[in-house]
T-cell receptor, first 112, second 117 residues
Framework: QKEVEQNSGPLSVPEGAIASLNCTYS??????FFWYRQYSGKSPELIMSIYSNGDKEDGRFTAQLNKASQYVSLLIRDSQPSDSATYLC????????????FGKGTMLLVSP | KAGVTQTPRYLIKTRGQQVTLSCSPI?????VSWYQQTPGQGLQFLFE???????NKGNFPGRFSGRQFSNSRSEMNVSTLELGDSALYLC????????????????FGPGTRLTVL
């Protein structure tokens, strides 16, 4: 059973702070990693994808991957109230049409 | 480029009825995946189609079925509805999940909110 674990939160940070969201996965063969943002009542929106060890930056977002530790994280710099949402970590294991497994998400609350 | 579209957006059915949901992927995307999302269980994978073939299936009863057409549009059907089937049903498309990199990024549609009374 492939598992993706996230702290359910809520993670509360003040406006302007760095929010750090974490995710661990069980399948060591996993090759593709994604972060989605989901606002209440809306569908998930892809915000970051990462495929190799290290950091990947896109605007205020940085994804970090450590395959040895089976750990992926998302940093949000200069957090804004509009970043308040649930963040879903998703992992795809290998090629060959393997499925995308989602964590249950971490709720982030950014207070003004 | 238009995103993933799903119809209908909202649906109310009674127990025992059946329902068909539709999904049109992003133009050029050949893979469609379906998920069920509930507050308690999160996002659960139903099935994935690529080039009209079911590539993967999640752990759902046979009442849940799907298909994909030659234009990559997909439908899922739930027969003999139960109260527990009330959920947000999400469709996601990708270029080709069998390839590495950005080809396997999945993009979600707005979802169909199904309520079973």
């Amino acid at each position: 059973q492939k598992e993706v674990e996230q702290n359910s939160g809520p993670l509360s940070v003040p406006e302007g702070a760095i929010a750090s969201l974490n995710c661990t996965y069980s399948d060591r063969g996993s090759q593709s990693f994604f972060w989605y943002r989901q606002y209440s009542g809306k569908s998930p929106e892809l915000i970051m994808s990462i495929y190799s060890n290290g950091d990947k930056e896109d605007g205020r977002f940085t994804a970090q991957l450590n395959k040895a530790s089976q750990y992926v994280s998302l940093l949000i710099r200069d957090s804004q109230p509009s970043d308040s949402a649930t963040y879903l970590c998703a992992v795809r294991s290998g090629p060959g049409y393997s499925t995308l497994t989602f964590g249950k998400g971490t709720m982030l609350l950014v207070s003004p | 480029k238009a995103g993933v579209t799903q119809t209908p957006r909202y649906l109310i059915k009674t127990r025992g009825q059946q329902v068909t949901l539709s999904c049109s992927p992003i133009s050029g995307h050949r893979s469609v995946s379906w998920y069920q999302q509930t507050p308690g269980q999160g996002l659960q994978f139903l099935f994935e189609y690529f080039s009209e073939t079911q590539r993967n299936k999640g752990n759902f009863p046979g009442r849940f079925s799907g298909r994909q057409f030659s234009n990559s549009r997909s439908e899922m059907n739930v027969s003999t509805l139960e109260l527990g089937d009330s959920a947000l049903y999400l469709c996601a498309s990708s270029l080709d999940p069998g390839l590495a990199g950005r080809n396997n990024e999945q993009f979600f549609g707005p979802g169909t909110r199904l309520t079973v009374l």
